[in-house]
């Protein structure tokens, strides 16, 4: 199966439905499996006194977060012709949603499964409404401690939800490398006995392919039509060019992957006789004379006699003459 890529087109749209459109088409140009939006309503989300993290803080300048999501609202009769959009376009829609509202919502138009974000980790009552639905669920884990991770799978198998995957994130944007710590990756699928993925906040596209060379089954990248927009994650984000180079990074480690069985692949084969060698006349032999370490000697092509029966061969009568690097018959 393949992995499954999710584009994080997130608030990106900065509130303009058709700035929507266009990261869904550019999404779907780039290859991209699904596209990813986050449906909120400001006031079910946020308090006034809650302050912007630091990055927004770098990205949109002072301010209260409720004032900066206010901004970055979507319509639900927006989403729907959103998701309409992207049935025609031929990609898959799916939404985040941040409150219970918005839950509800969401649940109604046919979303294939719930994108759990990190920050919703720890909250058991959306964690239940989400469960609920009975869809599977793509659960972030980003500023987890493994405990927390139990907990919420716990709670999200005790209310109807069975089919969960994880993925390993970081939340902080954009990511340090030094904070990436992919290995946890394969931790978290060891511990849990689920398929893994990982969300990725880094700059460039390194990672999330490193990341499906370590196992990964679904990869999620946060992108941008311009990473010089104004609003909280361009910065952090994939422009649409890097966007499809990351896609067809993936798919090429895929392929490069295989099945794990060693044997010479089709294309090789035919090197075999080319690169390797066999065992040859180091000079002129004359039939029925002693083959030694004097007149026999290993040269390409591999297509005589492997020089891994050197030791049957020396010793042996020569069966025929044999010129100056001539293959060596038994």
């Given at each position: 199966m393949s992995v499954y890529i999710i584009a994080e087109a997130g608030v990106n749209h900065n509130g303009s439905f058709e700035l929507?459109?266009?990261?869904?088409?550019?999404?779907?140009?780039?290859?991209?499996?699904?596209?990813?939006?986050?449906?909120?309503?400001?006031?079910?989300?946020?308090?006034?006194?809650?302050?912007k993290a630091d990055y927004q803080k770098t990205t949109t300048g002072d301010g209260s977060q409720v004032d900066m999501l206010k901004k970055l609202e979507l319509s639900y009769d927006e989403f729907i012709a959103l998701k309409e959009y992207c049935d025609k376009v031929g990609i898959t829609f799916l939404s985040t949603p941040f409150d219970f509202e918005s839950?509800?919502?969401?649940?109604?138009?046919?979303?294939?499964f719930w994108k759990i974000p990190s920050g919703e980790v720890t909250n058991m009552p959306?964690?239940?409404?989400?469960?609920?639905?009975?869809?599977?669920?793509?659960?972030s884990t980003g500023m987890c401690e493994m405990d927390e991770i139990e907990a919420a799978i716990k709670v999200l198998r005790e209310n109807g939800t069975t089919d969960i995957k994880l993925l390993h994130c970081n939340t902080e944007y954009p990511t340090p490398f030094e904070d990436v710590n992919l290995k946890?990756?394969?931790?978290?699928?060891?511990?849990?006995?689920?398929?893994?993925?990982?969300?990725?906040?880094?700059?460039?596209?390194?990672?999330?392919?490193?990341?499906v060379a370590l196992g990964a089954t679904v990869i999620e990248k946060h992108f941008t039509l311009d990473r010089n927009m104004e609003g909280p994650d361009?910065?952090?984000?994939?422009?649409?060019?890097?966007?499809?180079?990351m896609v067809s990074s993936i798919r090429h480690?895929?392929?490069?992957?295989?099945?794990?069985?060693?044997?010479?692949?089709?294309?090789?084969?035919?090197?075999?006789?080319?690169?390797?060698?066999?065992?040859?006349?180091?000079?002129?032999?004359?039939?029925?004379?002693?083959?030694?370490?004097?007149?026999?000697?290993?040269?390409?092509?591999?297509?005589?006699?492997?020089?891994?029966?050197?030791?049957?061969?020396?010793?042996?009568?020569?069966?025929?003459?044999?010129?100056?690097?001539?293959?060596?018959?038994?």
């Open positions: 929507a459109c266009q990261l869904v088409d550019a999404a779907k140009k780039a290859g991209v499996d699904c596209i990813k939006f986050q449906t909120f309503k400001s006031k079910n989300l946020v308090s006034h006194s809650a302050q839950i509800e919502f969401l649940n109604s138009i046919d979303m294939p959306y964690l239940i409404a989400l469960a609920k639905t009975g869809k599977p669920a793509v659960m946890a990756m394969q931790t978290i699928r060891d511990a849990f006995d689920l398929e893994v993925g990982y969300s990725d906040h880094t700059k460039g596209i390194e990672v999330p392919v490193a990341a361009h910065k952090a984000s994939l422009e649409p060019d890097e966007l499809t180079a480690i895929e392929q490069a992957l295989g099945n794990g069985d060693k044997t010479p692949s089709p294309s090789e084969k035919k090197n075999i006789a080319i690169a390797r060698k066999s065992i040859v006349a180091k000079r002129a032999i004359k039939a029925g004379e002693e083959l030694t370490e004097e007149n026999i000697t290993v040269k390409r092509p591999g297509n005589g006699i492997s020089p891994m029966r050197w030791f049957e061969v020396i010793g042996s009568k020569a069966v025929r003459d044999f010129e100056e690097d001539e293959l060596i018959e038994l």
